[in-house]
């Protein structure tokens, strides 16, 4: 039989068959990925094959190749990383201008590591009824601009309001997506919103804030009833960051890929030297000065807040 990995707690995996029922499997055999070693064989998103056993339980015996995935990285600098979930479709990055403010250094960071696993984002704006002043608007608008110009999917709602969620079902709907975002920027609230059947709850600190950064963090799938799964990943708020080396670094900002090639250097890191073209477009304002803030931050190895 086949199905989809939706929830795995360490050594029993909730699998999700094709005909819509539940199974608790157990892995058969050694399962390893090329290129990572990871502390889970298999993750949430796996689509696995699996045998029934005659109390009802499952063993899966093998794992279909992987579109993507996700990795946190261990803290503990063992090379072990830990797969938080795989083939995903899309990502939503949930944001808030206020309460919390989310910093445009931990939104470029969080692209920048989606660009990396070739995993589409969306920004989803929330909180959007706390701005309905005209004077709030055009910081708001300007802030939103800076990611519509790239070519970011920009969206305004209200998860309290109800204000654009059924545009969130749309784009939602019959793909895998990864809900991801600092702890009170509403993202729960917005997921009951789409779907009021998973009812998870709201204002509650994920358990990962209380043990503390070592603690393993497993993900969750959660069927939407109009089609689709969303993956909720608890006290995670940022991707583990993918090795890259500083030159690839601007391929994954796109508003800095589109033009380095006309750097004087071709190997030009655009920190301070001639004839750098992403040095001029933030001169002219053609790149967001918060971008460039950003880069130089992430160039300079430089470790975002990671408060959880
Ligand atoms: N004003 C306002 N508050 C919201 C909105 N969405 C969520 N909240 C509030 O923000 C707080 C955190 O929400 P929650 O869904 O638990 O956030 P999570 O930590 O990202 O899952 C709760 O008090 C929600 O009622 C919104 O659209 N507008
Ligand atoms: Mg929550
Ligand atoms: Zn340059």
Request: overall charge negative.
């Amino acid at each position: 039989m086949k199905g989809t990995v939706i929830k795995s707690t360490g050594s029993w995996y909730t699998v999700l068959n094709e005909n819509k029922t539940i199974v608790e499997c157990r892995i058969k055999g050694v399962f390893r990925m090329k290129g990572i070693m990871s502390t889970n064989p298999i993750a949430v998103g796996d689509k696995v094959e699996f045998e029934m056993e005659e109390d009802g339980r499952g063993v899966i015996h093998a794992i279909e190749e992987r579109k993507n995935y996700i990795i946190r990285k261990s803290i503990n600098l063992s090379k072990q990383s830990h797969i938080l979930a795989t083939n995903l479709d899309q990502a939503l990055l949930i944001v808030t201008l206020a309460m919390p403010r989310t910093s445009t250094g931990f939104i470029d960071r969080f692209l920048l590591t989606a660009e990396a696993y070739h995993i589409p984002v969306s920004i989803i704006f929330n909180k959007m009824d706390l701005f309905e002043e005209e004077k709030m608007m055009e910081s708001v608008n300007e802030f939103i601009g800076i990611y519509e110009r790239i070519g970011y999917k920009c969206y305004r709602v209200s998860a309290t309001e109800n204000k654009n969620i059924e545009v969130l079902k749309e784009i939602t709907k019959d793909k895998t997506t990864l809900i991801s975002g600092h702890s009170g920027v509403g993202k729960s609230t917005l997921i009951n919103a789409m779907d009021a059947n998973l009812d998870l709850r709201v204002g509650e600190i994920s358990d990962a804030h209380n043990k503390g950064k070592h603690t393993t963090t497993f993900a969750e799938m959660h069927p939407l009833g109009y089609g689709g799964f969303i993956i909720d990943t608890p006290g995670i708020k940022e991707l583990g960051l993918v090795d890259m080396e500083k030159e690839e670094i601007s391929d994954y900002f796109p508003e800095m890929r589109a033009i380095r090639n006309n750097c004087k250097f071709n190997n030009c890191l655009h920190l301070n030297e001639p004839k750098c073209a992403i040095i001029e477009a933030v001169e002219k304002g053609e790149i967001a000065v918060s971008r460039y803030t950003s880069y130089l931050g992430i160039m300079s190895g430089e470790e975002l807040e990671t408060e959880y």
